[in-house]
């Protein structure tokens, strides 16, 4: 079974500290996401990764960054935490194909942060 | 660009109740489309999906038809159980997007017994 998993299940920040959440998948997948989930907004996207070191911007990419220095890893960085940024976030990963049939993404189990 | 739009909730249903969740699209290309579920205190799990016009999906009693025509793909189960209380989100991956989902706002629903 894929696996998919999140450093912290709960974690509370302070205004203005960095902030690293934490991903890992043991699927040798090429794709990565990281998304936030809020109540009437369902999943956004903020930033996913195709390859090691590659990276782009989803939908909603300001306050964040990412780094994937292995395949496995992909980290999303709230380099100074602010109260909108209390969320759920939700890590995925999928194989990267041409075949439409052969793209389910794989989520982890999510992150609530609450920042201070 | 992309987008979706679910039925607004929250669904409360008793059991053995029929439940229908809407769900619109809008999308450049031939887009897949899923039906994601995340049960409490968990992250998403993969539902059923359709790749093509007119493909059903299905899984668990729940089915998911994809009409091109009405660029819809609404979730149906004829007798829901306590057990699918839950938050279900549909969403769609267009060809071009290296497997991007954009996703529909969830819709909580809530099984009474």
């Known amino acids: 079974d894929v696996k998919v998993t999140q450093s912290s299940r709960y974690l509370v920040k302070r205004t203005g500290e960095k902030v690293f959440l934490e991903c890992v998948q043991d699927?040798?997948?090429?794709?990565m996401f990281w998304y936030r989930q809020d109540p009437g907004l369902g999943l956004r996207l903020i930033y996913f990764?195709?390859?090691?070191?590659?990276?782009e911007k989803g939908d909603i990419p300001e306050g964040y960054s990412v780094s994937r220095e292995k395949k496995e890893r992909f980290s999303l960085i709230l380099e100074s935490a602010s109260t909108n940024q209390t969320s759920m976030y939700l890590c995925?990963?999928?194989?990267?194909?041409?075949?439409?049939?052969?793209?389910?993404?794989?989520f982890g189990p999510g992150t609530r942060l609450t920042v201070l | 660009g992309n987008s979706v739009t679910q039925m607004e909730g929250p669904v409360t249903l008793s059991e053995e109740a029929f439940l229908t969740i809407n769900c619109t699209y809008t999308?450049?290309?031939?887009?897949?489309l899923f039906w994601y579920v995340q049960y409490p205190g968990e992250g998403l799990q993969l539902l059923l999906k359709?790749?093509?016009?007119?493909d059903k999906g299905s899984n668990k009693g729940f089915e998911a038809t994809y009409r091109k025509e009405t660029t819809s793909f609404h979730l149906e189960k004829g007798s829901v159980q306590v057990s699918d209380s839950a938050v279900y989100f549909c969403?769609?991956?267009?060809?071009?997007?290296?497997?991007?989902?954009?996703f529909g706002q969830g819709t909580i629903l809530t099984v009474h017994p």
């Open positions: 995925a990963s999928s194989l990267f194909s041409q075949r439409q049939e052969n793209n389910e993404q794989f």
């Open positions: 699927m040798d997948h090429e794709n």
């Open positions: 969403a769609l991956k267009s060809g071009t997007s290296y497997g991007k989902l954009t």
């Open positions: 359709a790749t093509k016009a007119d």
């Open positions: 999308a450049t290309g031939y887009p897949s």
């Open positions: 990764s195709y390859d090691v070191k590659m990276k």
